[in-house]
C-alpha cells in the first residue's frame, strides 16, 4: 500500500471471494480482468473490466469476486465535506450505514466471521 495516497492493489484469485467493511467512499479501479461488486443494502451488482472503476457507496459489507481472477486497486476516500445536520440524521438512521450490519452478517456469509478489511 502506498500510504502517502492510500493506494491498494490486490489480486482477486479465480472464483475467490474477498470482503470490505466500512469503505464507503473507497474507488475500486479494475486494472485487469473482471470484478463483481455487491453491496450488502444495495440492489444493484457492479461489474467492472479492465480500465473501469466505481466509487462504494455504502459502509456496509462489500463482497468482490472474479471468475477469471482480477488484479483491482483500491484507492481511499477523500475527507468527507461537512454535511448539514438533517443530511447527518439520515446517515445515523440508514440502516446500511451502521457497523451492526457487518455484526448481523457475522457468519452468514463466507468469510465474514474472520474477515478483515483489505
Given at each position: 500500500?502506498?500510504?502517502?495516497?492510500?493506494?491498494?492493489?490486490?489480486?482477486?484469485?479465480?472464483?475467490?471471494?474477498?470482503?470490505?467493511?466500512?469503505?464507503?467512499?473507497?474507488?475500486?479501479?479494475?486494472?485487469?480482468?473482471?470484478?463483481?461488486?455487491?453491496?450488502?443494502?444495495?440492489?444493484?451488482?457492479?461489474?467492472?473490466?479492465?480500465?473501469?472503476?466505481?466509487?462504494?457507496?455504502?459502509?456496509?459489507?462489500?463482497?468482490?469476486?472474479?471468475?477469471?481472477?482480477?488484479?483491482?486497486?483500491?484507492r481511499a476516500a477523500m475527507a468527507p465535506r461537512p454535511h448539514g445536520w438533517l443530511r447527518r440524521l439520515a446517515g445515523w438512521l440508514d440502516p446500511r450505514s451502521g457497523s451492526t450490519?457487518?455484526?448481523?452478517?457475522?457468519?452468514?456469509?463466507?468469510?465474514?466471521?474472520?474477515?478483515?478489511?483489505?
Open positions: 500500500m502506498d500510504a502517502r495516497f492510500g493506494i491498494a492493489t490486490h489480486r482477486l484469485a479465480p472464483r475467490a471471494v474477498h470482503m470490505l467493511t466500512g469503505a464507503a467512499g473507497t474507488e475500486v479501479i479494475c486494472r485487469s480482468g473482471c470484478t463483481w461488486i455487491t453491496q450488502y443494502g444495495d440492489s444493484r451488482d457492479v461489474v467492472l473490466h479492465a480500465g473501469q472503476s466505481f466509487v462504494l457507496e455504502c459502509s456496509s459489507v462489500v463482497v468482490m469476486s472474479s471468475n477469471l481472477g482480477a488484479e483491482i486497486l483500491l450490519v457487518a455484526r448481523d452478517l457475522a457468519g452468514r456469509l463466507p468469510g465474514s466471521a474472520g474477515a478483515r478489511p483489505l
